[in-house]
């Protein structure tokens, strides 16, 4: 089985541009889960999707979002990135999501905001 | 508020020795589970062991093993006869059920394991 892959994994981009990654889940797996890790900050909870509609969201601002379509792939999108958004953005998969279930995280997408 | 703290910030060891990372966590729930993952230089976080808080039986899986105890909120993980390819970050995590899903893991910052000849 497959397991959790991220597009693209390197990404270059300058203050003010918007961006948007992808993460495709494990086959199955209808719950997609996205964390940011940064040096500083550690890794933290950026939100959650499950059945097209996130269901539970971190403590980011609506710079940052993000969808989930029927086939269960999600994107993440950050509008207006700043210097501070430079990060690993990891995504993980988990079926069917539920407090019993261990999360399966994907290679991450590095972001350089220069 | 949940918490999770790994005080190791890295730890160096010569392989063969065997190793145990802390994790001490911090939750006003129940019911939650405990996690410990891995992540090697490529990012990728693995997933090695979960426990619930309503089984602290403790286990060993190969070369890992685990010491669960409430009473002192810990969650410590042991690797025995440490390899070279054990190098990489360890992160403990931490998932309530108020939450309701699986996802909201809060980790710790992580343990810095290295593994030399």
């Known amino acids: 089985k497959a397991g959790v892959t991220q597009t693209p994994r390197y990404l270059i981009k300058t203050r003010g541009q918007q961006v948007t990654l992808s993460c495709s889940p494990i086959?199955?797996?209808?719950?997609v889960s996205w964390y940011q890790q940064t040096p500083g900050q550690g890794l933290q909870f950026l939100f959650e999707?499950?059945?097209?509609?996130?269901?539970n969201k971190g403590n980011f601002p609506g710079r940052f979002s993000g969808r989930q379509f029927s086939n269960s792939r999600s994107e993440m999108n950050v509008s207006t990135l700043e210097l501070g958004d430079s990060a690993l953005y990891l995504c993980?998969?988990?079926?069917?999501?539920?407090?019993?279930?261990?999360?399966?995280f994907g290679p991450g997408t590095r972001l350089t905001v220069l | 508020a949940q918490k999770v703290t790994q005080a190791q910030t890295e730890i160096s060891v010569v392989e063969k020795e065997d190793v145990t990372l802390d994790c001490v966590y911090e939750?006003?729930?129940?019911?939650?589970?405990l996690f410990w993952y891995k992540q090697p230089p490529s990012g990728e976080l693995v997933f090695l062991i979960r426990?619930?808080?309503?089984?602290?039986q403790n286990e060993i899986s190969g070369r890992y093993s685990w010491n669960f105890q409430k009473s002192t909120s810990s969650f410590n993980f042991t690797i025995t006869a440490s390899q070279v390819v054990d190098s990489a970050v360890y992160f403990c995590a931490l998932s309530e059920a108020w939450a309701g899903t699986a996802s909201k893991l809060t980790f710790g910052t992580g343990t810095r394991l290295q593994v030399t000849l």
């Open positions: 086959s199955g797996h209808r719950s």
């Open positions: 999707y499950f059945s097209e509609t996130q269901r």
């Open positions: 426990r619930n808080s309503f089984d602290e």
């Open positions: 939750t006003r729930d129940t019911t939650y589970y």
């Open positions: 993980a998969s988990s079926f069917p999501g539920q407090i019993t279930d261990t999360q399966y």
